[in-house]
């Protein structure tokens, strides 16, 4: 059995299209249908529902799947178990980001780098529900996200930081008065937050429910881009992690200020899979953030 099959269903699992998958792979529609029906051949089982186009797995195609991902995730870790003993290590690092944490991304990377000069990163942003999941699947070899809410499972996690938020207006608008700002004064406000399919959205949630709040936000993103765009443009305000505040240093149409830590922090963290043995990538990533936090401390 070629672990180039083996690659080819997995992606097409994951792209649910033929033309994405062979474009992922780098090769062509009919070179991909080609490897396929030699596997499906080879095992004697039909592993793809197709007509003209790709419609699912078949019960064959879903009871393989988190086996060919387990068996090519082996042999990489087998390549990179075998690299390392020569020096730094080579390849793609597959990095799973929620919003919140995009700040932190740099230095991460920097730290990352520094060790293993001779590496590329690719840096995806996920919720953490989709960071969680593509390490169970093998598609990231770590993530930074929440520790504390919804506490993923079957991970190793080095905490980096605590997130404290702050309170986003725009100059020359409503204002609150100098100093911090209470959650009650931020629910008084015209907000836009991150929906509710991201954990920091859920978390502020939570947050304002334990002071007897709520909010019904005028507008919400899946990032905080487009959050302080919306704010920048007036009438609406916002709350985001503090780690924005050095992305945001200098404008002169936003003004910032601290929300009470009226309730306990969130702590943020590099998580990989907690598997035996540790890919010497996802152990790379472990050792960066123990360094990170070492000299945070």
């Known amino acids: 059995m070629q672990l180039r099959a083996l690659r080819y269903f997995v992606t097409l699992a994951r792209e649910e299209h033929f033309a994405r998958a062979a474009e992922a792979c780098g090769i062509t529609q009919p070179t991909l249908s080609s490897a396929l029906a030699a596997l499906e051949d080879q095992l004697g089982k039909r592993l793809v529902e197709r007509d003209r186009r790709y419609i699912g797995l078949t019960d064959e195609g879903r009871a393989m799947l988190p086996w060919a991902q387990q068996l090519l995730a082996a042999h990489e870790g087998m390549v990179h178990a075998v690299e390392v003993l020569d020096g730094p290590l080579r390849g793609e690092f597959r990095l ?9 991304v740099g230095q991460f990377t920097q730290a990352l780098l520094r060790v293993h000069p001779a590496m590329t990163i690719s840096v995806r942003s996920q919720t953490s529900r989709e960071i969680v999941r593509a390490i169970e699947a093998y598609e990231i070899d770590a993530g930074i996200t929440y520790l504390d809410h919804e506490r993923p499972s079957n991970v190793i996690s080095v905490p980096l930081y605590a997130e404290r938020y702050v309170f986003v207006t725009a100059t020359g608008g409503k204002c609150p008065g100098l100093g911090e700002v209470s959650w009650r004064e931020v629910a008084g406000y015209p907000l836009c937050l991150l929906h509710q399919g991201m954990q920091n959205r859920r978390i502020l949630d ?3 429910s334990a002071q007897n709040l709520s909010v019904n936000p005028r507008a919400t993103a899946d990032g905080y881009v487009a959050l302080l765009a919306m ?7 916002t709350v985001m992690p503090d780690r924005y505040v050095g992305l945001i240093d200098g404008a002169d149409w936003a003004s910032v200020y601290p929300v009470a830590a009226e309730a306990s922090v969130s702590r943020i963290g590099v998580i990989v899979g907690d598997r035996a043995p540790l890919d010497p990538i996802a152990a790379a990533a472990l050792n960066c953030a123990r360094s990170i936090a070492e000299a945070a401390s």
Do not use: M, Q
């Open 231 to 237: 704010v920048r443009s007036g009438g609406l305000a």
């Open 96 to 104: 799973g980001v929620i919003p919140a944490a995009t700040p932190c």
């Open 206 to 208: 939570g947050l304002l």
